[in-house]
């Protein structure tokens, strides 16, 4: 009797602890000493993951929970877009919100960063006479890029957001599929690039890829970046959802495992 009720208590605990790391559907489908994103960034998780530290040269994370885990295709992209934004910018600090967590998996807060492919990042903020002011993530703007952070009126930086979405888009080892903004901040981004004579290439990716979800927040209080599934051996079992840009390489890079394609490797 004392047996089977311990036998049943352990299969509870692991029960338990596949749905707490949100991993269920992926229980045996994970090979010994796999490395990499697997699965969605919404129903994935991270295998060896980089892991950022706190304060990099020219970005800081703005809050002190450990989720700073992510592809090395992700964490790249954050180091090269803050060089990029340094040499514009000399002395700006890129705030980071959110990656993953170690091993990904179910984080609070998030419906996806959970295979290592998904980065929030904080919007530049001035003054409502244009200087620069740092360290106020998660300020939230209005379609005219006004906010309001403990009674003080701020500006949405168009000109400091829009070159962080042209560095993120331009960058062309790591290929990002969507940046989540709210349709108002896009009009801004998009209305700063084209009055300032930016690249039309960059601008018209923008316009697909700048993007107000409609099954989560409205992202009007930072970006959140996601980036395809990396190519070759490293993606084999990453799994791309959504829109394939007519400009990201065709075929070698964006994965569409079905469940069965996932089955059929789990039994290889
Ligand atoms: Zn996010």
């Known amino acids: 009797m004392i047996f089977a009720d311990l036998k049943l208590l352990s299969v509870l605990i692991y029960l338990a602890s596949m749905l707490i790391v949100g991993c269920l559907p992926w229980a045996g489908v994970v090979n010994r000493g796999e490395t990499g994103s697997l699965g969605t960034a919404s129903r ?58 170690q091993g990904g998996g179910f984080i609070s807060e998030h419906h996806s960063h959970r295979s290592g492919r998904d980065v929030d990042l904080a919007f530049f903020v001035t003054s409502p006479s244009g200087k ?81 979800p409609g099954d989560s927040a409205p992202h009007d209080d930072h970006f959140h970046v996601r980036i395809y599934c990396p190519s070759g051996v490293g993606g084999a079992r990453c799994k791309d959802l959504g829109p394939v840009w007519p400009w990201v390489e065709k075929g070698g890079g964006v994965n569409r495992w079905t469940p069965k394609d996932l089955l059929a490797l789990a039994l290889d």
């Open 44 to 101: 994935g998780l991270l295998l060896g993951g980089e892991h950022l530290a706190i304060r990099g040269e020219h970005f800081r994370f703005y809050r002190a929970r450990d989720r700073r885990y992510g592809i090395p295709e992700l964490t790249g992209l954050v180091q090269r877009v803050s060089e990029t934004l340094e040499r514009e910018f000399p002395g700006m600090v890129l705030l980071l919100g959110d990656l993953s967590g």
């Open 132 to 212: 620069s002011i740092h360290g106020w993530p998660l300020t939230q703007f209005d379609r005219f890029g006004a906010g309001l952070r403990e009674e003080t009126v701020c500006r949405f930086d168009s000109e400091r957001n829009w070159m962080l979405v042209e560095a993120l888009i331009a960058d062309d080892e790591s290929r990002v599929q969507w940046i989540f903004v709210s349709y108002g901040l896009k009009a801004l981004l998009l209305e700063w690039a084209l009055n300032h004579g930016r690249d039309i290439e960059i601008i018209r990716r923008a316009a697909s890829i700048l993007h107000q």
